[in-house]
């Protein structure tokens, strides 16, 4: 993941961290909602539920579209 600007954001690029992160062995992502999701085996599969999250988001009537 590069440093993206998001729709709507003006002036410098914000910090932001990596959505991914490991708790003892178990992978995690957090939304920017606030929501964590996991645990996962691996950074991998935690990847592939964001990717299937952001899917399902964006197939809801009238949701926000999210960005990766």
Known sequence: MGIERR?????????????????????YFSTREGFDSGPYSDRTRAELGLQRFLHVVNMLPGASRFNQ
């Open 7 to 27: 729709a709507g954001d003006k002036g410098d690029i914000p910090f932001r961290s990596s959505r991914f992160f490991c708790v003892g062995s178990k992978w």
